[in-house]
């Protein structure tokens, strides 16, 4: 573990994994210089891939808000997020029926994509849930908590189906120094309600790194050793690149901050490869 | 552990600690016969406890309720909440300030008995919340659980104070099939968001146990193996007074039902020293 | 939270709560000074007592080990241990069989005080438990830890009967920097392979404190106002004290350092009522 | 979920992944018949993997173990080891310094095949560790668990280095009805000790399933919907399976009986595509 400048370090690699929030954007916009950053990277030959905890919408609408924010240079095709798993799950695992869902509209399109129906928890009956196949925590939003919370707990105490958690984290920054309980965070609720194990998705998990590394492969451009995740959280980002066994860079724009990161570091037990400020230095 | 008559083997003790829902009373109104069973106990100079894990009402509210279901039998001073818990650690622990909490109007009762100010979550401001000096976890309802489990969480990351939750249970059934997320489940959600250890009350814990038997013990009539809890939920009631050092009979009215009791105590290990199959038999 | 003298603040309290290691003494023997302080609250008509996490030898035992090191104001029945804790559960709720333990055979002497058989579990034979009424974990020596943790795990996957953890401390250190696994831990790792739920004795749970404010109030002298815990640890000390209700007082002079009593407290959410250099000063 | 007949079902699949112990082997030898199973699987032109949470032995020996046994037809390629993803993890992100160890001198192979120095545990000098720059569990033999295990908690409580648990599973089966606390029940013990999370590879994780999957495709044989996985275990085969995206079958020689199959699904959650009695049927 190093404290390192970013600029120097990706000069080394040949592909970057990005983390997002807390990274390239935070709730204010675009974190300064960092579509410059993305272009130079990207300019110079190297690959980058955008690996997002998020099922809350499509890649094709986290682009789209990307370029609106003003970083211009990413394609549909690099952003990879954990609602990407699910889908893919959904399409390997669970051939008919409808999927109930807790989450907004926008966020189902996860279950359309995979030529499912989709049935948000609003409308699911508790007397009628025969032709239910699948149930997937999707978003933190577009749902009343109380009254959908109990019938998604209500409704898997009686189907026993596959339950996918869309973006296993807990919490998201909604301000400086608010946040948010995330889906993650609304599964293991009730999960810890009905003592049963869901099927998660999303960093630290390895699903995301292998996708994204197979991406890359079949363009045959780079070992493990050529690629570098990029993310402001230890026990997503940097866990999940140390383990997937490529090299690992904690910024400190985002969930860790120069002030605790050397406790968190110890106290965790998780430790990047590099320290670096943020992207842009 | 044997199957027994609770009318037969009440005879031996001169004590009764009743949980109340799943025993005396369920969602439909009280269990017939229940109120005979308890006058008759009494009149054969038998004292008797109702230990609920409840913080939504006070025990004068709880008594009310219970006569208007048809028990009349039953005095104030005969209830004993997880609720009345709090109250003492409020008491004991906390001097001043304003107390925040999540739950009804009635539920906040237990905080002014404590001569505290309740300050519900809903009024709390993040901008100025010096004043307060604890939070309570009494009730899952009167909030909106969406906004104010949130403000919950940015409060408790910005104060460090005392959290009491006043009711550890992490569910309650509210028909024959259908359950609603408890207080204690809610507690649970934001305390692994955050952390954070709270202080928690309620059965299986010895503390409503201890305040019965005080009770019991100061009007001189009592040891400990005069004692019987009659209970419906293996991991509280059974739990609990087993861990007190008084005996304990499962009833099948309630939570744990006769087809599957035997599977529950085996995987649990927790053992009650009798099975009934209600109190009115 | 404020920092204090403690011998300033023993003055405003009837009855002093001692934990015994990392408070009076530590790994070389008895903290400098200690006998005095002791020797002076008592002489000043206060009633003190130890409650210690400990259940590797009788309270006789370790009141004689006190007075070895030259804590000669120590009586018998001012120490109480989790292992008595233990012992009344055996006697309240195990009325005969015998009792298999972990432990050493001093440990042992607390189910033989219970009037029971007690039966090291390297004398267990797997083919021939239906003898055996209960288990219980008294210390972390006295035994192979390869050979006898897999037979208890096999015991107890043969026989459902009560589990009795009587310490339930997962550490206690052993030299400056050195700890050494204790009791709670082992019996952590068998709770967590078989998934079941075992009772357990010790600060931070009530029990502890319930028997030792009985004590004293058999005596008259005391209400809760009146107590004051002293202890080196957040989350047994500290924690167990405020959820009983009585005022706490954390000692720099054990599992919590100066250094780190800040971001400790902040991070557990555990908040002793003061912060003491030590019980000298 | 359908009950099924394995030697049928494996008709439709190109690529089948057993599971070893409780479904070719178990502790008594062989399961009858299973070498013409796999044999005849072979001929059929389908390929083969046994994915093995096992770091005890290399490939190689595991092979040569396998053909004592009298299963000829195994290869060392086929077999998939969570010793490999440790092995893995140490090439990709540990470069230099010594790997201290809990295991076997057998169960080191897999450090000295990343060309890194182990050392057991029971030669670690807890006063010279500053050379120290991994840890691994490996395997719950060679050492004294006593001893050793607490030296691995000071090591790691005074060393904060990447931790690797080789192997995740918490029990294996010894006889018929007895058990053997496993690696991974070792590593959780210490890991809850020091409250820090550890780098764990075995099934459900997905990187053994990653690594059989890139190893067949590279022959350019199959999609995921070609390929069967083969378990005894819900919580490991059959999750790791389902979230990998692959058809899974139970089979009923192992963790998991007839007896309790159907109510062991409902409590998990954990639901294969097919339960079958055995491979051999």
């Known amino acids: 573990m190093e404290k390192a400048s ?4 990706a000069k080394s690699y040949k592909v970057i994994f990005f983390d997002s929030y807390g990274v390239v954007k ?10 410059k950053v993305i272009a130079d990277l990207k300019a110079a030959g190297k690959q980058v891939r955008f690996l997002t905890n998020d099922a809350s919408r499509s890649p094709e609408r986290q682009m789209k808000k ?11 095709a690099e952003i990879i997020t954990s ?3 699910a889908k893919q799950f959904l399409e390997n695992k669970v051939n008919s029926g409808k999927v109930a869902f807790l989450g907004t509209p926008a966020s189902a399109q996860y279950i359309i994509d995979a030529n499912l129906e989709a049935l ?11 032709a239910i196949s699948a149930f997937v925590f999707l978003d933190d939003e577009g749902f009343d908590w109380n009254i959908d919370i109990n019938t998604t707990v209500n409704l898997l105490r009686k189907r026993n ?3 996918i958690v869309a973006n296993s984290d807990k919490l998201y920054p909604v301000a400086k120094n608010d946040v948010s309980i995330a889906t993650g965070g609304i599964a293991q609720l009730v999960s810890s309600i009905l003592n049963r194990q869901f099927i998660q998705f999303g960093k630290p998990d390895s699903q995301m790194f292998m996708y994204a590394f197979r991406h890359i492969n079949e363009q045959a451009v780079s070992s493990k050793q050529d690629i570098l995740m990029v993310g402001d959280t230890l026990h997503t980002d940097i866990l999940g690149g140390n383990k997937f066994g490529i090299s690992t860079a904690l910024v400190l724009t985002g969930n860790t901050r120069a002030a605790n ?3 968190m570091i110890r106290t965790t037990g998780i430790i990047p490869d590099y320290i670096c400020d943020s992207i842009v230095s």
Do not use: K, Q, W
């Open 120 to 130: 948000h928890i609003s409308r699911v009956n508790l007397t009628d849930i025969e």
């Open 66 to 76: 990307f370029r609106r924010l003003g970083l211009n240079e990413i394609e549909e």
């Open 83 to 85: 609602g990407m798993m």
């Open 26 to 35: 935070n709730h204010r916009g675009l974190i300064n210089g960092s579509p």
């Open 261 to 263: 990161v050397e406790s």
């Open 161 to 163: 189906i596959p339950v």
């Open 6 to 9: 970013f600029l120097e370090i």
